[in-house]
């Protein structure tokens, strides 16, 4: 039997667009729409009447799945998701997948047998997740992506303009003279495909600036991961001038390494981090981070969900991409002439 999947495939469009042809055929293009009928009539597609009896008693329950605990970011999200669904009678529950879809995958499965109707995920890495969250899908839950977006997917998104942080951050670091920068994380498609390590060669490159092969090596998100990275690139022959850390708790790691190293942050070295986490202040100098709007965030993916329970899925695709913002407290300076 052909699945929503296969009709989507057939007719050029994501499932999302899918669904929305069967279910509010009159807020797609009528092109599309031709596309997605002629699709069904050729495969005999016909919609699962159990899953539509799902989506119209839509569970009190909403899902939420962190990234990790650990990080403050995600307690602030939490917490600001929270509170924006205090007074709707919707009972949030909380849980984390550390990154890592093959934990993410029990995670769901638990969730789902709390009947939950919407889910706010921050996906992990890997696929072994995928399938399920498609099937939670066709059984009528609501899925939200919060922070990152798994390539290709076909769920609404909240997020931060990664791209553009990234490149307010390099942008910052060359105009002080830096050449010799390092994110604390490579890029791997498969093991660690991570948004902010993604754009920072690209923007690297926009700015004619090098990249050695041994200044790219990958790390967790996690301040262990970074403090030990940090240690490796600063005992290289060419340690670079400038380290930018792509979380507010590997920033904490990267600063405990360089204390460690007797590397003087904001003379000796620059460090630019993520989060405006308060410890940020309280160093001399300050931690020089590019803050994300949490609240806002959290906020929006709160009415995002509150609105498809009062008033079911969207006729159109969400994606919110929020702006991040430098601030400047002097952990980074040119670089000192060697």
């Not at 469009?13 to 009928?37: G, I, Y």
């Not at 977006?149 to 670091?173: A, F, H």
Request: charged residues 25%; proline residues 6%.
């Amino acid at each position: 039997m052909a699945s929503i999947y296969d009709v989507a495939k057939l007719a050029g469009v994501s499932p999302t667009t899918a669904k929305r042809a069967l279910r509010s055929p009159e807020a797609l293009h009528p092109n599309t729409l031709k596309k997605v009928q002629q699709a069904v009539e050729a495969l005999q597609y016909e919609p699962d009447a159990r899953a539509k009896s799902l989506k119209d008693a839509i569970s009190p329950n909403v899902g939420l799945v962190l990234g990790s605990f650990v990080e403050p970011f995600f307690g602030e999200l939490a917490r600001s998701i929270a509170r924006n669904l205090r007074n709707s009678k919707l009972n949030l529950i909380v849980t984390e997948n550390e990154y890592d879809s093959t934990i993410e995958l029990e995670e769901l499965k638990q969730l789902y047998s709390q009947r939950i109707g919407a889910l706010i995920v921050r996906r992990g890495y890997g696929e072994a997740s995928a399938e399920y969250l498609q099937r939670l899908q066709d059984r009528g839950v609501y899925i939200l992506e919060i922070d990152y977006r798994g390539v290709n997917s076909p769920y609404d998104s909240v997020m931060l303009d990664n791209e553009g942080c990234v490149r307010m951050g390099v942008n910052y670091l060359a105009d002080l003279g830096h050449t010799r920068i390092a994110a604390l994380s490579k890029y791997d498609s498969s093991r660690h495909p991570e948004t902010r390590s993604f754009y920072f060669p690209k923007v690297m490159e926009e700015r004619t600036l090098p990249l050695p092969d041994e200044y790219q090596r990958m790390a967790a998100l996690s301040e262990e991961a970074a403090y030990h990275l940090t240690h490796e690139l600063m005992r290289l022959d060419v340690p670079p001038t400038a380290l930018f850390a792509l979380t507010g708790t590997q920033t904490a790691g990267a600063y405990r390494a360089l204390q460690e190293l007797g590397l003087k942050v904001g003379s000796e070295i620059s460090l630019l981090g993520f989060d405006n986490y308060s410890w940020t202040t309280l160093v001399t100098p300050g931690i020089d981070v590019i803050e994300q709007p949490t609240t806002e965030m959290g906020a929006a993916a709160a009415q995002i969900v509150l609105d498809v329970i009062q008033n079911g899925p969207p006729a159109e695709p969400i994606s919110l991409r929020f702006p991040g913002r430098l601030i400047k407290r002097g952990s980074c300076i040119p670089p000192v002439k060697q």
